[in-house]
């Protein structure tokens, strides 16, 4: 196994967010911590349906580097694109409804853009 194969293991092995921070904060300088947030925080807003230009300005970055992001959602198919879609979706109450009250109407909209 390479060694790229052998990080993804060590990643995909940590379950917990605040031993995953603390790997972060061992492996990565704060500079690379926020550079991957700000890439995330990119892919939700594009995810959630904010135009390049609207980030760009948001967020103080280059069309680019959001083009980039905006190719792979666009692709389908993608890791990332089924980790949002996941991310968006409505809350399943212990009945096993959207929203746990017996009718399966929720009154929030995830995945879409704020207004």
Request: proline share 3%.
């Amino acid at each position: 196994m390479d060694a790229r194969n052998r990080l993804a293991e060590v990643f995909a092995g940590i379950s917990d967010t605040d031993r995953m921070s603390d790997f972060f904060a061992e492996i990565f300088t704060p500079a690379e911590i926020d550079d991957l947030v700000l890439r995330w925080r990119l892919l939700e807003m594009l995810h959630q349906g904010y135009s390049q230009r609207e980030i760009a300005a948001e967020l103080g970055i280059s069309l680019c580097k959001i083009t980039r992001g905006s190719r792979v959602l666009r692709s389908g198919g993608s890791v990332i694109g089924s980790i949002l879609e996941r991310k968006s979706a409505p809350p399943t109450g212990d009945d096993g409804t959207e929203n746990g009250n017996g009718n399966g109407k929720s009154s929030q909209h995830y995945g879409e853009r704020p207004r």
